[in-house]
Antibody
């Protein structure tokens, strides 16, 4: 079955950096575009970034485009999210999600919690 | 960016009742709208994509409708496991955006 497992979350200081990873299984990763979505405590869903199946194009939310970088290594079967200049507002659960080919997110990981605090 | 406005914010119903959730877009999104269900402590689950197509394994009591700017998610007869938060999402234009959610609670 399709599984997505995020890792790399934890506590970071304001101004610091973190790199999140997402490792998929149960499908051919190299054939699918992938997204990152986050959810602050008690809040709704916020889309962050998308990368095409071959890594040739990326799209970002305006609110994070200067601080986040999405990438993938199809040879390592891994999706990444590099987060720089972290702020308290970045405290959230971060999900990776597969794009089912329709622009909808058909499978989601369980998320990894990022807490930005001094 | 396209703003999605969901209503009502909270819907209180009893099991067996019909649920109607609304999602209105600030500009046309054609049929590129999806719906998700999220329960506490869980990741969202895709219910509907392209406005009206049920995702794999989703029960027939869930249906989606609408076009351009006005969309609806209907649960024909709410089951106890359906009480959750529901989000709509558009992919017509970048950036992708979500609605703020509708909470379906037990009356």
């Amino acid at each position: 079955q399709v599984l997505l497992v995020e890792s790399g979350g934890g506590v970071a200081q304001p101004g610091g950096s973190l790199r999140l990873s997402c490792v998929p299984s149960g499908f051919s990763f190299r054939n699918y575009g992938m997204h990152w979505v986050r959810q602050a405590p008690g809040k709704g869903l916020e889309w962050l970034a998308f990368i095409r199946f071959d890594g040739s194009k990326e799209f970002y939310a305006d609110s994070v485009k200067d601080r986040l970088n999405i990438s993938r290594d199809n040879s390592k079967n891994t999706l990444y999210l590099q987060m720089n200049w972290l702020q308290s507002e970045d405290t959230a659960v971060y999900y990776c999600a597969r794009d089912g080919g329709t622009g909808a997110f058909d499978f989601w990981g369980q998320g990894t919690l990022v807490t930005v605090s001094s | 960016e396209i703003v999605l406005t969901q209503s009502p914010a909270t819907l209180s119903l009893s099991p067996g009742e019909r649920a109607s959730l609304s999602c209105r877009a600030s500009q046309p999104v054609s049929g590129y709208l999806a719906w998700y269900q999220q329960k506490p402590g869980q990741a969202p689950r895709l219910l509907i994509f392209d406005a009206s197509k049920r995702a794999t394994g989703i029960p027939a009591r869930f249906s989606g409708s609408g076009s351009r700017t006005d969309f609806a998610l209907t649960i024909s007869s709410v089951e106890p496991e359906d009480f959750a938060v529901y989000y709509c999402q558009q992919r017509a234009l970048w950036p992708i955006t979500f609605g703020q959610g509708t909470r379906l609670e037990i009356k």
